[in-house]
């Protein structure tokens, strides 16, 4: 696939992503629900639509389209991941947190919507990206929901994205700097976890054998990798109206990153590396 073609498919799974965020995401309640906040799910629609490369859906709906499952599933399961994306985002601007002031281009959640409600919103988000996985339409088998489940609240808590941010804010705060392993690890929770279990959940949405599911665990573990790498790049060498968001940011904070403890040529070399573990595998 050439990069005009990759681009196509990334943006048709965006859009249907989109479609899939915006009737989750509906202002009119569900069964079963007495009513839906307006102020919250307006703050929940502002974090979730309208931006993003929906690069985590994408690995989902596409490691299921490999394997020969093409219905709905995939695509629900892929909205559950990017509302927990967007929850990330959400607290990860927070003023205790990074304190950002910009996300995709325009202000973050707590900016146009004040503190309180930003939080309330990236939990509600969190919330329903569990409501999503767990509910029959998303995949027939009590089984196969439960294992998506449980492998969301491992990829996100304790030793996954949440760990990993703090790992992050106590590198910020640390007197000596940490090692490439450490940064490795940190990186690997916080940013790398979701992405690997993105490719996973595909993985079991399209029932993949032992051997095809270990290869592409190895892949989403790289491509995770990888992707944090690229990231930490672009934030030395890019500029906000490029980016999106505040760029250099990561020096300025005292950030533990591949670039900082490798240089921008070492980060580069490394890049190389896990794009080549990715395909490779």
């Known amino acids: 696939?050439?990069?005009?073609?990759?681009?196509?498919?990334?943006?048709?799974?965006?859009?249907?992503?989109?479609?899939?965020?915006?009737?989750?995401?509906?202002?009119?309640?569900?069964?079963?629900?007495?009513?839906?906040?307006?102020?919250l799910i307006q703050a929940m629609r502002y974090a979730t639509l309208g931006g993003g490369k929906r690069l985590r859906p994408f690995l989902t709906v596409e490691t299921a389209r490999a394997l020969g499952r093409q219905d709905n599933g995939p695509r629900r399961a892929g909205a559950a991941i990017e509302c927990v994306h967007a929850y990330s985002l959400i607290h990860d601007d927070l003023p205790a947190m990074d304190d950002d002031d910009l996300r995709r281009g325009r202000p973050t959640t707590h900016r146009a919507f004040g503190e309180a409600t930003a939080i309330l919103a990236g939990d509600a988000l969190q919330a329903l990206a569990f409501e999503i996985l767990a509910d029959p339409a998303t995949d027939s088998i009590a089984e196969v929901r439960a294992v998506l489940c449980a492998g969301l609240a491992r990829a996100i808590g304790l030793a996954g994205m949440v760990g990993g941010q703090m790992l992050d804010v106590d590198?910020?705060?640390?007197?000596?700097?940490?090692?490439?392993?450490?940064i490795a690890r940190l990186q690997a929770m916080k940013t790398g976890a979701l992405l690997r279990f993105s490719v996973e959940a595909g993985s079991r949405l399209g029932g993949a054998g032992a051997k095809a599911g270990a290869a592409l665990g190895t892949y989403g573990r790289a491509v995770g990798a990888a992707f944090q790498v690229a990231d930490d790049i672009l934030d030395a060498e890019g500029d906000a109206a490029t980016l999106g968001k505040r760029a250099q940011k990561d020096a300025g904070r005292n950030k533990a990153t591949l670039v900082g403890a490798l240089g921008v040529e070492g980060a580069r070399r490394e890049l190389a590396r896990l794009v080549d573990e990715a395909t490779s595998a």
């Open 1 to 39: 696939m050439d990069d005009t073609a990759f681009a196509a498919r990334l943006a048709e799974s965006g859009a249907a992503i989109e479609r899939e965020l915006d009737t989750l995401l509906g202002a009119d309640p569900r069964p079963g629900e007495p009513a839906r906040p307006e102020r």
């Open 171 to 182: 590198a910020e705060g640390a007197t000596a700097p940490l090692s490439v392993k450490e």
